[in-house]
Structures are given as C-alpha cells and as structure tokens.
C-alpha cells in the first residue's frame, strides 16, 4: 500500500527557517508530479508549489522567493524548505503525489496527514 508521510513541522519564530519532509513508502512504479498544500485556520486549502517528475516548479505568489520544493527520485521523497517564515505562514502543510502503484499500475492521487507548521510573531 502506498503511503505519504510528512515530517519537519514545528513551532518557530518570525524570520525563522524549516524544512519539511515527505516520503513516499510501498510498491511504487513511478511518481509523476509531488506538492505541498497547506491549509490555515478557516481558510481553504491551498497550493503551496509543486514540483514535476523532470524538476520543474512553481510556486504561490506569496511564498514565491521564500520557499524552495526539490526532490529525491531515488528516495521518493520531496521536501519544502521555508526561509523567512511569517505568521500568516501558520497551517497544516499536506503532501500531494501522483503515483503509480506496481499493483495496480493506476495512476492515482495520494495524501499524507498533514504536519503543523507554527510561527509565532
């Protein structure tokens, strides 16, 4: 079974830095695209930057110059690091992929289950 798991939230400062973690684990044929989202108190959910099986990004305009998403294929793990965090920065960030299971070989959506990003002013 395919699964996401997110790490690397956390509480921090203004100005502060994190970076988050998420890797793919189970049968997995191919990943094509991987994103993060984020969804902040009474807000909807929201993407964050994405990042394509051959490294093409694009990101938020209000994150763009602050975060960076890259990628590992030979660990199925894509990461977002955020640099010059604000308050409004404040969400749970959620793990995006469009994978191909070696069992099915149906390309299909998957989640992880959210890790909580804090920042504090």
């Known amino acids: 079974q395919v699964q996401l798991v997110e790490s690397g939230g956390g509480l921090v400062q203004a100005g502060g830095s994190l970076r988050l973690s998420c890797a793919a684990s189970?049968?997995?044929?191919?990943?094509?695209?991987m994103r993060w989202y984020r969804q902040g108190p009474g807000i909807q959910r929201e993407l964050v930057a994405a990042i394509s099986s051959g490294g093409s990004t694009n990101y938020a305009d209000s994150v763009k110059g602050r975060f960076t998403i890259s990628r590992d294929n030979a660990k199925n793990t894509v990461y977002l690091q955020m640099n010059s965090l604000k308050p409004e920065d404040t969400a749970v960030y959620y793990c995006?992929?469009?994978?191909?299971?070696?069992?099915?070989?149906?390309?299909?959506?998957?989640w992880g289950q959210g890790t909580q990003v804090t920042v504090s002013s």
């Open positions: 189970g049968s997995i044929f191919s990943i094509i695209s």
């Open positions: 995006n992929a469009d994978i191909r299971p070696r069992v099915t070989a149906v390309l299909r959506e998957y």
